[in-house]
């Protein structure tokens, strides 16, 4: 088979790393693509927004198969112009891609279905939006209602820093559009987990759990990023935990979608908390994560072109998933002043010996200038570190990062910390 994969991040790099194993792959296109993705495939500089080139690129390759690895496209209705041309694509359709583009749409829908989450009120007004603010419990959580580069929420543990975030966004749209609309939600305490799962209609595949950390600094300190780091399996978490939030969360939301006339066809993400009051949503995103996918995908031992084709087919319900008990731990190295603005071009040293020692080295924001790797974007790699238990994968990532090099390189020290406990 011939595939394009479009994105250019380390979630691409990982989906692209796995298609790559796969005996049924013959060719692997990606576009835009980045340094890394290009050892394994063919990359094409088209963005991931301009549809009618991608899909002029695909049947000028003789593309059998396209996976879609971002979001904005995802809701901008990538997947339905690529099946009105009648090429086999891997995404949710827009109208269910809405339930990461609105969180306005997926907190409705789950209030309509009685799906656990999080107490909340949506506003267009800013001033009623500051009046509710004012009257609320802190600390609280502010969102931006559309996509926002998973940098649109604010956990807010003052007065001032939620009315801060909420005029940054009503007012200052700092999030463009996204943050016309506002979600004010309950604060939700208590661990938090991923779940990814291969969706179609209401057949559910969920993924290994796995856990991620988004605040920039060591400690869960500073502000929100992409995300700095994950890992899986959750040794600490009982398994029943996760097994009420597959049966009560992601089968229940899959089953509304299709009730909703939006059924699902692709990877559904539940970014979850799990509360003295049981499991609760706090999102869903309609594809893989990022970083999850660069821990989960490399514990996958049935084949994702498999799991893909039947999907699209209507057979996931004939398959059952195969994972390996190894543990897998993701370090993010990211540019210094992320997620703030950042510098590009600077050299990437030691990439080599970080792979001689075992590790997988996804890159998420590099590119190649006089034959050396550079950094281009704010989260620049994924080292994950495998091994039979969280401790030694940890070991192994972290090993591998010191191997690693770039002027103002940072990441944190404490990725997986809490496995150990």
Known sequence: MRIMVIGGGGREHAIVWALNNSEKVKKIYCAPGNAGIAELAECAPIP???????????????????????????????????????????????NAAEIEGSK????????????????????????????????????IVIKADGLAAGKGVTVAYSLEEAEQALSDMMVGKVFGESGGRVVIEEFLEGQEMSILAFVDGETVRAMVPAQDHKPIFDNDKGPNTGGMGTYTPLPHIDPALVEDAIENIIKPTAKAMVSEGRSFRGVLFAGLMMTKNGVKTIEFN???????????????KTDLVDIILASINGRLDQLELEWSEEAAVCVIAASEGYPG??????VIEGLEAAKA???LVFHAGTAEK?????????????IVG????????????????????FEGMQYRTDIAAKALK
């Open 48 to 94: 991931v927004n301009r549809f009618a080139d991608l899909i002029q690129f695909a049947m000028d390759h003789s593309v059998d198969l396209v996976v879609v690895g971002p979001d904005d496209p995802l809701a901008e209705g990538i997947v339905d112009a690529f099946e009105e041309q009648n090429i086999p694509v891997y995404g949710p359709r827009k």
């Open 104 to 139: 306005i749409f997926m907190k409705n829908l789950l209030k309509k279905y009685n799906i656990p989450t999080a107490k909340y009120e949506t506003f267009t007004d800013y001033e009623t939006a500051l009046t509710y603010l004012r009257q609320q419990e802190i600390p």
């Open 286 to 300: 309609a594809r893989m994560g990022d970083p999850e996918t660069q821990v989960v995908l490399p514990r996958l």
């Open 341 to 346: 603005s950042y510098p590009k071009g600077r």
């Open 357 to 359: 020692q075992g590790a």
């Open 370 to 382: 006089d034959g050396e790797f550079v950094t281009n974007g704010g989260r620049v790699l994924g």
């Open 386 to 405: 495998r091994g039979r238990d969280i401790a030694e994968a940890r070991a192994r990532a972290y090993e591998a990062v010191s191997v690693i090099k």
